[in-house]
């Protein structure tokens, strides 16, 4: 089980103070709240027996360093430097000298302890309020010792929550197509990492083409395009046992593959004689069901959250343009109407909005627009880029983006990138390979 | 008000910085491109003497043009006299779309190739179509006239 390891979390304290901190992502964050990570203490036995089992010299900054980290990759938090924090890690863990974290501005304070207990890792930590002089939680973990990066991002989910008020998106992985080689002869492969980059892995070999992997709810499986035996189709793969095979059994290319939300379908496009149209098959009975029929190229569907709306796009206005209709075909609706073409309509988690892929005059936009079509909001512009996804709770879009690497426009490279829902914090997300396709799983622990 | 002033001046150096790119990668002038459409022989190889291999495409265009109909005929009539042959049309899509949409297109373009064939007496169980949209481009430059290399329908022998 890849994603189900044995996690024990148990909450130490009630949650007895309100919050007087509050962090608001709904606008970009020009000022991102000043906090203290304070490393995670740790005594001597278990830092040695950690050091053995992990290789890491002191588990506890590790731990801290990764929490660190997503807080600020997330442009909200501004985690302060280490070297102006006045109290031992141990001490702040039991009772924090406010006047101490408040003096270097720190607004909020967290702190930990890691223990080694029955050959299980231990982490309890805490966060404070430092302006109020308050616990504002207090949480502890066991789980075994290599689930150690997960605890830092599960960490990072429960302060952002705690702080924002929303879900968080740490404890989450990213499923994307590793590329190499040259442009006209692209080697490409499917890859899956933790959201922060860690823990590469590849699940193809790279003898045939892939493309466009996306997870199911569980994060289980993942569906996505191969061109294996030169025979585009779609394919699902059980990451946890490596087992592959081609979804349906169609007399042609099929392609952009997403799951419905219940995880029981696949919704695709199938080619046939110069008209793609969309499908749905049904996983557990294999009913293949067409949901479009229209001389028009229909494709890139996504479902709506609750399922009942699909949204795609189709050229049937003579260019590519997002539609919505009912999951069962009828009622389609062109929803964009500004100037350019719109493609890669992706429905946000929320339900509230749809993000897509942009073409006007030479450039291409990652933008977000309500379910209606109104509202459009353009968040990033360049040269190529495209295939949004969002994170679990809707405030981040990753997507891929194409440079040419000199400025003759010779060679290029193609890397992940994320942009806040604002519109803010745009960020290179770094890879071992160029990438593209990326994919965002839902929160691993819930 | 402070902000905006940031996003403008932002917006006016991104601008910038396009503009000179855009300069740069259109000094390449080799082949000839007309209405959009690729009119010359680099990477064009041959099926038999006289008989191209491929057809090219306007942007976001999957009909034929007059000369690709001309290039089409010329493969019918090498097809009619060499019976036993079997091709496959690859379809394909310059980079300036998004993938899953280039992937209908390209199977649309081999698919128009496909359909003026068999007028042309071929028989469909001789051809077999595969679209590989932008991700097998002949010509890996970033301007106009790679883009219209790219965006075609190849013959290519299957046995």
Redesign the interface.
């Known amino acids: 089980m890849l994603f189900r390891y044995l996690f024990i979390l148990l909450i130490l304290l009630p949650i007895k103070s309100f919050a007087l901190i509050e962090v608001d992502i709904t606008r970009g964050n020009l000022s991102p709240l000043p906090v203290a990570v304070s490393p995670l203490s740790i005594d001597e036995d278990s830092r040695n027996s950690f050091k053995k089992i992990l290789k890491k010299e002191n588990i506890g900054s590790e731990i801290s360093a990764i929490v660190e980290n997503n807080l600020k990759q997330s442009g909200l938090f501004n985690p302060l430097n280490k070297d102006a924090f006045l109290q031992k890690p141990d001490i702040a863990n039991l009772k924090p000298r406010f006047e101490d974290w408040n003096l270097i501005k720190a607004q909020a304070l967290i702190t930990g302890k890691v223990t080694f207990v029955d050959e299980k890792l231990r982490v309890e930590f805490r966060l404070w309020d430092v302006l109020a002089g308050k616990e504002m939680m207090a949480l502890a973990f066991t789980t075994v010792p290599s689930n150690w990066r997960r605890v830092g991002h599960i960490i990072s989910d429960k302060v952002y929550e705690r702080l924002t008020g929303e879900n968080g998106y740490f404890d989450t992985r990213i499923i994307y197509v590793s590329e190499e080689g040259p442009k006209t002869n692209r080697i490409k492969k499917l890859a899956i990492m933790d959201q922060d980059g860690f823990n590469n892995k590849y699940l193809t070999l790279g003898n045939e083409l892939v493309l466009t992997p996306r997870f199911s709810p569980t994060n289980q499986m993942v569906t996505y395009l191969s061109y294996f035996k030169n025979l585009p189709r779609v394919y699902l793969l059980d990451i946890e046992t490596g087992m592959q095979e081609v979804v349906g059994d169609f007399p042609g290319m099929t392609f952009a593959p997403r799951f419905s939300p219940d995880g029981k379908k696949i919704i695709m496009s199938f080619a046939e004689n110069g008209n793609s149209d969309i499908y749905t098959m049904d996983l557990e009975n294999r009913i293949v069901e067409r949901i479009t029929n229209h001389p028009s190229i229909d494709t890139s569907p996504s479902f709506s959250p609750d399922g009942k709306q699909i949204t795609f796009n189709s050229d049937r206005s003579k260019y590519q343009q997002i539609y919505i209709m009912d999951s069962n075909g009828k009622n389609v609706k062109r929803i964009s109407f500004g100037n350019g073409l719109y493609g890669t309509p992706v429905w946000s988690p929320r339900g509230d909005l749809i993000a897509f892929t942009k073409l006007h005059k030479g450039k291409f936009y990652i933008g977000v627009m309500r379910t209606d079509g109104t509202g459009e909001r353009l968040l990033t512009e360049n040269f190529y880029q495209e295939a949004p996804s969002w994170s679990p709770n809707g405030r981040v879009l990753i997507f891929y983006r194409e440079t040419k690497t000199n400025s003759k426009g010779e060679g290029f490279s193609a890397k992940l990138w994320s942009i806040d829902l604002t519109g803010y914090n745009e960020k290179m997300v770094t890879t071992e390979t160029d990438a593209s396709d990326p994919s965002w799983s839902s929160l691993l622990t819930n | 008000m402070n902000?905006r002033k940031i996003f403008k001046n932002g917006f006016l150096i991104?601008l910038a910085s396009?503009v000179?790119?855009?300069c740069?990668?259109q000094k390449k002038t080799t082949g000839q491109v007309e209405g959009d459409v690729y009119t010359g022989s680099d990477s064009v190889e041959y099926l038999a003497s006289g008989v191209a291999d491929r057809v090219f495409f306007a942007t976001?265009e999957?009909v034929l043009t007059t000369a690709s109909r001309e290039t089409l005929r010329k493969q019918a009539a090498w097809l009619r006299k060499n019976s036993k042959l079997t091709v496959v049309l690859e379809g394909h899509a310059d980079?300036?779309?998004?993938?899953?949409?280039n992937?209908?297109?390209g199977?649309?373009r081999?698919?128009?190739a496909k359909?003026y064939l068999m007028t042309y007496g071929i028989s469909s169980d001789r051809i077999s179509?595969?679209?590989y949209g932008k991700?097998?481009?002949?010509?890996?430059?970033?301007?106009p006239l790679a883009w219209s290399k790219n965006r075609r329908s190849v013959t290519v022998k299957a046995n």
């Open positions: 902000l991104l396009l000179l790119t855009a740069a990668t976001n999957t980079e300036r779309g998004t993938r899953e949409y992937l209908a297109i199977e649309r081999a698919n128009s359909d179509v595969l679209s991700e097998r481009p002949v010509d890996s430059g970033t301007n």
